[in-house]
């Protein structure tokens, strides 16, 4: 087994996290593609709690949850870019908007691809506003990080492949509501350590509605 072994699949933005990271850092790696419908020996052993992707192996100890991670890869690689703040309170920022987007994008969007009528509407009106206060959090800054990619950033966009099926699933264009965000993906999807871990919109896009057609309301 390589030193650094990434356990993931192709669509989970939990995922793409993880390898953003490790692009950005420079860290060579073994991607080994997981089918969650028939779980793997090693994805069961090395995260035997919630038994789900991803899980960075690295020299065989096991890292798992995304941001956590994602903050291992930074302190355990601590060239640059350094993804975290060293400001006590700009690493607590980083970190709370990091899990505000777990817990606010991931929901809407989920809502978004899963459900009909009155609940579709409420769910954009709910993306649409999650959206907006990431974009006041961005400011005038080119990335959350200021000049270089940072925590927030590496949190953030893999939800970027999702904005299509967002704005297919809700009816609404995020560079119309949220400009500076919009620009700020583009800015993101310019990068070689971006572009490289992301999914096509079009394959994400396929992918929500084979969920939507198992998963979703009826």
Partial sequence: M???????LWVSPFGQRCRIALAAKGVAYEYREQDLSNKSELLLRSNPVHRMIPVLLHGGRPVCESLLIVQYIDEAWPVAPRLLPGDPYARAQARF?????????????????KCNGAA????????IEALGALEAELGGKDYFGGE????????????TAWFRTYE????FAVA?????????ADRCRGRDDVASALTDPDKVYEFALTLKEKFGDK
């Fill in 120 to 127: 579709l509407e409420q769910a954009t009106r709910d993306m």
């Fill in 176 to 184: 119309e509501h949220c400009p500076g965000l919009a620009a700020w």
């Fill in 2 to 8: 390589a030193d650094v072994v990434l356990l993931d």
């Fill in 148 to 159: 270089d990619l940072g925590f927030l950033d590496v949190a953030l966009a893999p939800f």
């Fill in 97 to 113: 908007w990091a899990d505000f987007v777990d817990k606010k994008i991931f929901d809407c969007g989920t809502r978004l691809w």
């Fill in 168 to 171: 297919q699933c809700g009816g």
